[in-house]
């Protein structure tokens, strides 16, 4: 039996319909009243809606509760519903908070309350805004832990597969019954450039699926932009931004060895023409329009674009990073009262990506957000000709694009130099580092039906059911597949002495590259940069 959680998850279903439709594989009606209707549907949308509803194949219908005080949403409503939303601009992060504030007002376990709240929501604000205000209130409300978080790339595709797919899936849902399998449509692993471009050799690593969903799920769990600042202020949280972004920037640079590439080069000086195109062949459904491509040899221009709250320059941004540079220099930030506080590498990050819990804003700006904005603008810097960002502002594209791995590579050699120097972080005590009495005596992978201590990789295809993201579409699945990596199964074999009492002990495991680019053996300080975390676990 249905209960109100399902009724949640049925505002992910088709955000490009309106909610006088149907809405899941099932048919489910909420019945809507005069006050959920915009002003298109203000004349005939009950009327609409009762047509829905008197349908014989609806299978349940769901209440809504009237609201005592109806939300207005002043800067959210200003977003068009057909306009693309990114969290790096700043007039979207208002529209956020103001957004996530309502949400998250709702008293607690008044279910109902909540469930008509986040209708309106839905029914009066952008689709891609009101998806990451209500992901983000899902997963930090606690009455809200049963429901489930759907699948973003099920809910909108467009952000993750060719353009070209869309097309064949409309045709087959309007022609095939649901009731008849329906044959996947393939994705070419190679439909955004050719070997011809040498970068294009990590596109299989850039644009998987994979990689791209948790790069948006990071941004659930921890969201920079926030006025409740207890979603904001997680433990560690800015510590957590650099490493699982060095981690990134470790597994890239890894995949380039094995592909007869350099290691990535990062960027830092902002004035130089930048080699990288990126052509990404996406389609935003949003919008009805392309994602903006980005020519070879393009530059950052300063930003004058007032609809998104952008007013920034290049000067600003290097103004910036000196006042950062000296304060790991010093190691202290200075505070907007002109106190100092000791600088260390939690508040480092979230003064780059700036937050809430930025300790002086104006002094340190918003690099690592700005250094988004500026390369996905570089087509319009001014809105003269009225065009969106690129795919580096979404954070669900953004690690498509190559130049994302430049930006981060200079990003990650911030928070490298804080911790090189001294007075920031000082080496691990022998007493901190060793496990008395505790000898590892050997460490082995065994993988599936391979050699010891080699993982074995292939190809694989899988299949993404677009039927949620399909608006105005017949029902029923209507599949995908795409080529990603996988390995075979494997498992660690650790052999250890204890000569002590027993303990408690965490295992932490990493790889790394044996050899540089020139295939010589690495310095330590630069092999230590290629470490990538395979498991940590407790024993026993």
């Not at 597994?251 to 023409?273: A, G, H, I, T």
């Not at 060793?434 to 590892?440: C, D, L, R, T």
Request: charge should be negative.
């Amino acid at each position: 039996m249905a209960d109100i959680f399902d009724s949640f998850e049925l505002l992910y279903d088709r955000p490009g319909e309106p909610m006088i439709n149907t809405k899941g594989e099932d048919k489910v009606l909420f019945e809507l009243t005069e006050q959920f209707l915009t002003p298109e549907y203000a004349n005939n949308g009950l009327e609409l809606n009762n047509r829905f509803g008197d349908e014989e194949e609806v299978s349940r219908k769901i209440i809504l509760k009237n609201l005592d005080k109806i939300p207005e949403f002043p800067k959210a409503k200003q977003l068009p519903n057909d306009a693309d939303f990114s969290l790096f601009l700043p007039s979207h992060q208002e529209m956020a908070n103001e957004v996530i504030d309502v949400l998250m007002s709702v008293t607690e376990n008044q279910l109902q309350e909540l469930l008509s709240t986040c209708v309106y929501a839905r029914i009066n604000l952008n689709p891609q805004l009101f998806n990451y205000c209500y992901t983000v209130a899902i997963m930090h409300r606690r009455d809200t832990g049963k429901v489930r978080v759907q699948n973003y790339a099920e809910i909108f595709p467009a952000k993750f597969l060719d353009s070209q797919v869309f097309t064949q899936a409309r045709e087959a849902a309007a022609v095939i019954p649901k009731t008849i399998p329906r044959t996947p449509i393939i994705i070419p692993r190679d439909y955004t450039a050719t070997d011809l471009e040498e970068e294009h050799r990590l596109a299989y690593w850039r644009e998987d699926l994979g990689i791209n969903l948790h790069h948006w799920h990071w941004h659930l769990v921890y969201p920079f932009s926030a006025s409740d600042e207890k979603i904001v202020a997680k433990d560690r949280r800015g510590e957590l931004f650099f490493y699982m972004h060095q981690q990134i920037i470790a597994r890239y640079n890894c995949e380039r060895l094995c592909n007869s590439l350099k290691r990535v080069k990062k960027f830092s000086d902002w004035r130089e023409p930048i080699p990288e195109a990126y052509y990404p062949k996406l389609d935003s459904l949003t919008s009805a329009r392309g994602w903006p491509p980005r020519q070879a040899g393009m530059r950052w221009q300063d930003l004058k674009r007032p609809v998104d709250g952008l007013n920034v320059t290049i000067d600003d941004m290097e103004r910036y990073r000196r006042n950062i540079e000296e304060a790991i220099a010093t190691g202290n930030v200075i505070l907007p009262d002109k106190s100092t506080k000791k600088l260390d590498i939690d508040m480092l990050g979230n003064m780059m990506e700036a937050s809430i819990l930025s300790p002086n804003r104006d002094l340190y700006g918003s690099i690592h957000n700005n250094m988004h904005s500026f390369s996905a603008y570089m087509h319009d810097p001014e809105h003269r000709y009225l065009e969106s960002f690129g795919v580096i502002a979404d954070e669900a594209t953004t690690m498509r694009d190559p130049f994302f791995y430049r930006v981060h590579a200079w990003v990650d050699d911030i928070f490298q130099s804080f911790k090189e120097a001294p007075h920031n972080v000082r080496p691990y005590s022998r007493s901190q580092l060793e496990n008395p009495g505790v000898q590892v005596t050997s460490v082995a992978v065994e993988s599936a039906g391979g050699q010891q201590n080699v993982l074995n990789t292939f190809w694989m295809q899988s299949d993404v059911n677009l039927s949620k993201g399909l608006d105005f579409s017949d029902r029923g699945p209507v599949y995908a597949r795409f080529t990603h990596l996988n390995h075979r199964p494997f498992r660690y074999v650790i052999k250890a002495n204890n000569t002590g009492s027993a303990r408690r002990t965490t295992v932490r495991i990493f790889i790394a590259p044996k050899t540089d680019e020139r295939n010589l053996p690495w310095a330590l300080s630069d092999q230590r940069k290629m470490f990538i975390e395979m498991d940590r676990f407790v024993v026993p």
